[in-house]
């Protein structure tokens, strides 16, 4: 049992996780961006590694990704990161990727390192399900979970996808790329009882979310929220001076799980 398994087993619902760029908007600050987001109360991390096609991203991770590809940052710094942050933390701790970055780095080699630093799952946006066993039989080998991600047009594979699901699914919450919303309109509530008649793996709502009323209403509905680009444009509009920001904006939302 890894470290996400842990935390649904011992909390079961109202967890929030948050995503974040490596390396934006310095290297030398994720370690402690990571520090500050479990020290006000994130229960899990999403560090994503930074690409120069994002397919998924909307304009504000985008940017991240760039800015962050400029500095320098590359797969073994993100690998760095994980080490530093395992010497004082057990939070669990995913990475998010696009196959590309992965296959160049070779499978088997990439899903050793995760094992060897202490990162517990990844995301794969690109990887269809349909083509996701070549990554998942060696993620599995050194017990890394593959998240699954399921969208409002997975339809009729949805079961399908939930069924094989491990450490959590990730339900995306609308059509189209990473953002803020302000009006989810997905019948969320319907997918999650959909999921849950096959599957007892938890369910986290992610793409959107950003409001304290939106983090209350799907922690409602789900097992836990993922906020991502609202945290990305905290630290992009303070930087280094984001620590008290992301306290504040943090704070607002684990009120209403």
Do not use: W
Request: with cysteine; net charge negative; hydrophobic share 40%.
């Amino acid at each position: 049992m890894n470290r996400i398994n842990q935390l649904f087993s011992n909390r079961k619902k109202d967890i929030l996780s948050i995503y974040f760029c490596a390396g934006y908007p310095t290297l030398e600050g994720t370690v402690e961006t990571i520090k500050t987001l479990e020290k006000n109360g994130v229960q899990m991390i999403e560090i994503g590694i930074p690409f120069s096609d994002p397919i998924a991203e909307g304009p504000v991770i985008q940017e991240a990704n760039i800015r962050a590809l400029s500095k320098g940052m590359t797969t073994d710094q993100v690998f760095e990161i994980v080490i530093e942050v395992r010497k004082h933390s057990n939070i669990p701790l995913c990475l998010m990727t696009y196959l590309n970055p992965v296959f160049h780095y070779g499978y088997d080699e990439f899903f050793k390192k995760c094992q060897e630093t202490g990162v517990d799952g990844i995301i794969i946006p690109d990887c269809p399900y349909e083509e996701s066993k070549e990554v998942s039989d060696i993620c599995y080998k050194y017990d890394v979970d593959l998240i699954s991600m399921i969208a409002p047009t997975s339809k009729e594979r949805t079961l399908e996808i939930a069924a094989q699901a491990k450490g959590f699914i990730y339900l995306v919450s609308s059509m189209g790329v990473t953002g803020m919303r302000s009006n989810i309109v997905t019948d969320i509530e319907g997918i999650v009882e959909s999921i849950k008649t096959v599957t007892d793996t938890p369910v986290a709502v992610g793409f959107g979310i950003n409001s304290p009323a939106q983090v209350k209403h799907f922690g409602n509905i789900a097992d836990g929220v993922i906020v991502g680009s609202a945290i990305v444009n905290l630290i992009k509009e303070h930087g280094d001076r984001a620590h008290q920001p992301l306290f504040n904006y943090i704070q607002t939302l684990i009120k209403e799980l």
